[in-house]
């Protein structure tokens, strides 16, 4: 409700009626109180002067005059004045109705108000019925304070009166500035209140909108809650569906691997025939040109075999079919074995071939086909892309691990080439099968087998300047012991 503004605004209408009400009760309290206490002060003082009067001695009248024992009281002047002085009210003595003896003065003079009498209604109340009056009442233009009360003479009977006055002003003086601080109070309140009033409004208005913003905020976000989980069902969806897919595409390649195996198999067997026979009739045949084709046609069956023996390798290792066949053998033997048959390679290129193998690497715990296959295959290449340079094949140890490295000072490849230099079929550009020969298998069979043993292989090369390839093989038996569970992990 406070939050509309007519609201607020007749609720500090109604305040505004309050507080003027109570501004006038209060005002009204505090006069009420005044005029009491002035009365009461003013009753006081006639009883002083009443008294003061009886001081002097028994009253009496003789015509026109009132004794206080032997003394004329119109005399003495000095008595109100003194009671004036006493008591702060101004006094008038009344012989009946006439004044005697007053310090009031006739109005617009300063002369004594004597021989002037008082109203009728007073002389009726006071007078003649003995009362005490006591009000505020008006003379010569002025409300006063004025008590009046009946003077007896010694026998009794009333031979006058007395009047205790003041200005009403004096009295209410100083409630002006009561007034000025009350109104000033009440003021003070009212705009604390409005100002309570509109902030709270305010403030209330903004909760309320915040509110409505909240309430927004939340449709929008069940929104988008209801939003995300349809898509995390649409994925989950998808991802069911790309299992699938990776499944049926696993099973495919499987299926082809398997085709792969058997086909080359299937394929070697002929061409080995094909090669055996070529090379009897060989023997066999002195004609020169019969020769020459001879030797075509083995050269070009050694390669498809070759080609196919790759292919035969690749799809064994996709297949799974691959195994290992661990057992200790002489390392060094090895490696000298392998550069004696790489050598006329790089000797017909001009190249040297050195083998630097660590003193401390005796026998080795591996595959050893595969461990040959790998390093045939890593120095046959160095060997093809390096002439008139230095192949250098390096074996020690690093802790558990055999390190070998093929090092060349071959043509090198560009950063380009080495990122691919692993994948199936890929070769450094299109003149590379022109100048050197080969399928691009090579590779990809070395990291597989490199994989398949627990080991890595990585390759440095600088355009032009050479290549290094490092292999890491694990499983290192210094006394020349093989593991006694060979063939289980780390190789699967
Ligand atoms: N030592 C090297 N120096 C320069 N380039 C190399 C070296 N070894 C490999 N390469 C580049 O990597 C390519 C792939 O090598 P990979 O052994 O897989 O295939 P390939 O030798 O061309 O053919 P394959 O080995 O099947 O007969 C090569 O064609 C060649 O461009
Ligand atoms: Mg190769």
Not at 203 to 226: F, G, K, M, P, W
Not at 242 to 258: L, Y
Not at 335 to 362: C, F, S
Request: charged letters at 25%.
């Amino acid at each position: 409700m406070i939050t509309q503004f007519r609201y607020r605004i007749a609720l500090l209408a109604a305040l505004f009626g309050v507080l003027v009400a109570m501004f006038w009760m209060i005002d009204r309290a505090m006069l009420d109180a005044r005029a009491e206490l002035s009365l009461h002060a003013a009753d006081t003082a006639g009883l002083f002067a009443t008294s003061q009067i009886a001081l002097l001695g028994p009253l009496r009248t003789d015509g026109s005059t009132i004794y206080a024992g032997s003394i004329d009281l119109s005399t003495r002047q000095d008595l109100p004045d003194m009671v004036e002085r006493e008591t702060g009210f101004g006094c008038t003595i009344f012989l009946g109705n006439t004044r005697i003896a007053t310090t009031a003065t006739e109005a617009g003079s300063t002369e004594r108000a004597l021989g002037t009498q008082a109203n009728q209604l007073v002389t009726q109340l006071v007078f003649r019925d003995g009362e005490v009056f006591s009000g505020v009442t008006e003379t010569i233009g002025k409300d006063w304070v004025i008590v009046y009360r009946p003077l007896y003479g010694a026998d009794g009977k009333r031979i006058g009166m007395v009047a205790s006055f003041r200005e009403w002003a004096s009295f209410v003086e100083d409630l002006r500035t009561f007034r000025g601080l009350l109104a000033a109070v009440l003021g003070f309140l009212f705009l604390s209140i409005a100002l309570l009033v509109f902030r709270i409004g305010r403030t209330i208005e903004a909760l309320e909108d915040q509110h409505t913003q909240n309430q927004q905020q939340n449709a929008r976000l069940i929104e988008v809650s209801e939003l995300l989980h349809h898509r995390a069902e649409e994925l989950d969806h998808a991802r069911e569906d790309a299992v699938e897919a990776r499944d049926e595409a696993e099973r495919a390649s499987q299926a082809k691997s398997v085709f792969l195996a058997n086909m080359s198999h299937e394929l070697r067997t002929p061409l080995n025939a094909i090669i055996g026979y070529s090379e009897l009739l060989l023997d066999d045949l002195p004609d020169s040109e019969a020769q020459d084709d001879l030797g075509r046609i083995g050269t070009a069956s050694r390669h498809l075999l070759r080609v196919i023996s790759d292919i035969l390798d690749i799809s064994k290792i996709e297949a799974g079919k691959l195994e290992l066949e661990l057992r200790s053998f002489p390392l060094p033997s090895l490696l000298e074995t392998l550069a004696t048959q790489v050598r006329p390679l790089t000797t017909a290129r001009g190249t040297t071939l050195h083998l630097q193998i660590d003193p401390e690497i005796d026998r080795m715990c591996g595959d050893e086909t595969k461990v040959t296959q790998i390093l045939l295959n890593l120095l046959s290449n160095a060997a093809k892309f390096t002439e008139d340079g230095e192949v250098i094949l390096s074996a020690h140890r690093d802790e558990e691990d055999v390190v070998f490295r093929v090092h060349d000072t071959g043509i090198g490849m560009t950063p380009e080439e080495l990122d691919r230099v692993f994948e199936p079929f890929t070769q450094g550009d299109a003149s590379t099968t022109r100048r050197y020969g080969g399928t691009g298998l090579g590779l990809t069979i070395t990291r597989r087998l490199a994989e398949f043993m627990g080991g890595t292989i990585d390759v440095r090369s600088t355009l032009g300047e050479g290549t290094v390839f490092e292999l890491r093989l694990p499983q290192v038996s210094k006394k020349g012991r093989c593991p006694s569970q060979p063939s289980t992990p780390p190789y699967h």
